[in-house]
């Protein structure tokens, strides 16, 4: 389905109103959806198709997922956690999982960047040079 630009824009202001503080509000989100589902202005399909696509870009790009090879300590979970923070920002959701694949090391993917520090990375590369 094509989105007219009016679409678009509407769909972008009903995004910045769901924002407390810069971050999202998903209370507000429902809400939103609910009153354009009430009024159904014209083309509300399309702009609450462009919301729904913007709600999942930001949820994206406030997730973070944290695998190693071995269950990581407290003590580096924490700090991992506080680097992150600082460098992406409050309101970050964080999990840690364990990938026995990555050999040792650990690999960051926070929305669409991918810090990969793992073994298995290396050798890969390794292997590629060759």
Same mark, same amino acid.
């Not at 970050?92 to 090391?105: T, V």
């Given at each position: 389905?094509?989105?007219?630009?009016? *679409?678009?824009? +509407?769909?972008?202001?009903?995004?910045?109103?769901?924002? &407390?503080?810069?971050?999202?509000? +998903? %209370?507000? *989100?429902?809400?939103? &959806?609910? $009153?354009?589902?009430?009024?159904?202005?014209?083309?509300? &399909?399309?702009?609450?198709?462009?919301?729904?696509?913007?709600?999942?870009?930001?949820? +994206?790009?406030?997730?973070?997922?944290?695998?190693? *090879?071995? *269950?990581?300590?407290?003590?580096?979970?924490?700090?991992?956690?506080? %680097?992150l %923070?600082?460098?992406?920002?409050?309101?970050? %959701?964080?999990?840690?999982?364990?990938?026995?694949?990555?050999?040792?090391?650990?690999?960051?993917?926070?929305?669409?960047?991918?810090?990969?520090?793992?073994?298995?990375? $290396?050798?890969?590369?390794?292997?590629?040079?060759f």
């Open positions: 389905m094509k989105i007219s630009k009016q *679409a678009r824009r +509407e769909a972008k202001q009903l995004f910045r109103s769901c924002l &407390v503080n810069g971050l999202l509000d +998903e %209370n507000r *989100a429902r809400q939103t &959806v609910q $009153r354009v589902l009430e009024l159904k202005p014209r083309g509300y &399909v399309a702009i609450l198709s462009h919301f729904q696509r913007l709600l999942k870009l930001d949820i +994206e790009r406030r997730t973070a997922i944290i695998e190693s *090879a071995v *269950a990581l300590a407290q003590e580096v979970r924490d700090k991992v956690q506080a %680097n %923070n600082r460098v992406y920002g409050p309101g970050l %959701n964080i999990s840690f999982a364990q990938n026995p694949a990555l050999i040792g090391g650990m690999r960051i993917k926070v929305g669409s960047d991918v810090y990969d520090g793992s073994i298995q990375a $290396r050798l890969s590369a390794l292997q590629e040079s």
